[in-house]
């Protein structure tokens, strides 16, 4: 059957992208279907038709697969935040192990095995971090809610159901004020406009509430009013303004305009404080981060005596952590705010084995090391190397320097399971072996998911029988 745009088409769904999308085959022809589930028999139009494959739009469901649930969100299809809400939540964790698999498999040539996806016992209501685009709709009312996968166009809702009643309650409260007194939500196209975007973090610890407008100038009108209006909430203690005059799709300028409380919130993991500000990296899901960085304190082994070096340590999150069992921390990360809030949380919490640098971590490790070699003609000295980079992973550089100092650990933590498979095959080739893959399920309903994995440096005569076969 030769498959062209327009044709309907039966298609059983055998596997799903890293996106999240169904894939089915018609007569060995490769259709990519959304808002599909592996296991489901569908009914497609073909929407766009390649030589070899072609996207499909789902008609309807002949037979949905066990996996199959019904959406708790009206909006979940056209909303670009949850992909797999569709899936009932062992199919995601299923999903999402063989993600990990697939990749470590293909990119970094590791057949090894992963542990099953540490998931939790509820997963809804769970984002501490809440941050949604301001606009309005086609009868001009002003709307809040989430852009549509791979647009700029708003799809409102009323409450999202990985975020609680006080993001609702803020954002209720912003729109009546916005319509109150004639304020302007932000136009993309035209440039015009003041309020971008709405900005609310809470310490589920502490019930500390955060509120920071993004806004298309330096001035809210009548923001007193505002104020007023949100310090009724529970838990209200900072409210701030965010200045963003950039024509881009950056979120957040570097300019914060303080208009209440003291520009923070506080919120703990485990029995570590954190100060934490509009600007600060801090993850979005407290009750698994707890679990994320408990397995990368088991995966470090310490005893106490060890040198640890954390890289992109964000505000010391994972530091701090390892600071409490280890004899030193030194901490990297690019943000200087981020650096600022390491040093006054290791204060808050009382830890003075823990320093902290402002730079590239590809950048600040490297010079470290030469400059110890040229001093005293001895390597840097590490027992133990944390990195936890973004989406695109380690440099080449950082990587070839963490070889060099042979720490006896490396602890690898990731939210992107496809550059982890690449970087890997650098360290394994380099005289490391991966001991344990464990990953942990940080975004329930969406397809991204957090890896934290244990490396162990080679005896010699293993690496140089490594390098022999090789």
């Known amino acids: 059957m030769c498959i062209k745009k327009n044709m309907l088409v039966r298609v059983q769904i055998e596997d799903m992208t890293e996106q999240g999308e169904g894939i089915g085959k018609v007569d060995g022809y490769t259709l990519f279907i959304k808002d599909t589930v592996v296991g489901d028999l569908v009914e497609a139009k073909v929407i766009k038709a390649k030589k070899r494959y072609g996207y499909g739009k789902l008609l309807r469901i002949l037979t949905p697969s066990p996996d199959r649930v019904e959406s708790r969100c009206p909006v979940a299809g056209p909303c670009g935040g949850c992909q797999l809400q569709a899936m009932n939540y062992a199919g995601q964790l299923a999903f999402k192990r063989r993600k990990v698999e697939n990749h470590l498999r293909r990119l970094g040539g590791l057949d090894i095995p992963v542990d099953p996806v540490l998931g939790m016992e509820d997963p809804w209501e769970y984002r501490n971090k809440f941050q949604v685009p301001v606009g309005r709709n086609r009868d001009g009312k002003i709307i809040c809610g989430f852009y549509a996968g791979r647009t700029h166009s708003i799809i409102e809702t009323e409450h999202c ?231 695109k992973g380690c440099d080449e550089k950082l990587l070839d320097t963490m070889l060099q100092m042979q720490p006896e650990r490396i602890v690898y933590v990731s939210c992107d399971s496809a550059t982890l498979a690449r970087d890997l095959k650098v360290l394994c080739g380099g005289g490391y072996q991966v001991k344990k893959v464990q990953p942990v399920d940080m975004f329930p309903m969406g397809v991204h998911c957090e890896v934290c994995v244990k490396l162990e440096k080679l005896e010699k005569e293993k690496t140089e029988e490594t390098s022999r076969k090789a």
Not at 331 to 352: F, L, S, W, Y
Not at 380 to 385: C, F, P, S
């Open 161 to 391: 159901y990985l975020g609680n009643e006080i993001n609702d309650r803020v954002l209720r409260l912003v729109k009546d004020h916005m319509e109150t007194f004639g304020i302007e939500p932000y136009n993309e196209t035209t440039g015009r406009g003041l309020v971008r975007h709405v900005l609310v973090r809470q310490g589920r610890a502490t019930g500390e509430v955060m509120v920071c407008l993004v806004i298309n100038g330096r001035c809210l009108p009548h923001a007193d009013r505002l104020v007023e209006a949100l310090c009724a909430i529970p838990g209200m203690t900072s409210v701030s303004l965010n200045v963003n005059r950039e024509r881009n799709n950056v979120i957040l300028g570097q300019e914060l305009i303080n208009l209440y409380g003291p520009g923070h919130i506080v919120d703990r993991i485990g029995d570590i404080s954190y100060q934490i500000s509009p600007l600060s990296f801090y993850q979005v899901n407290p009750v698994q981060t707890e679990k994320l960085y408990a397995t990368a304190l088991e995966f470090a082994g310490l005893t106490g005596n060890e040198t640890v070096w954390d890289l992109y340590c964000g505000i010391g999150t994972i530091s701090l952590f390892l600071a409490k069992q280890a004899k030193q921390v030194y901490g990297v990360e690019i943000v200087p705010a981020a650096i600022e809030n390491a040093r006054e949380n290791a204060v808050r919490n009382g830890i003075d084995n823990a320093e902290f640098f402002v730079g590239r971590a590809e950048e600040v490790l490297p010079e470290h090391y030469r400059k110890v070699w040229k001093e005293t003609g001895e390597k840097l000295r590490a027992d133990v190397i944390v990195v936890d980079p973004p989406r």
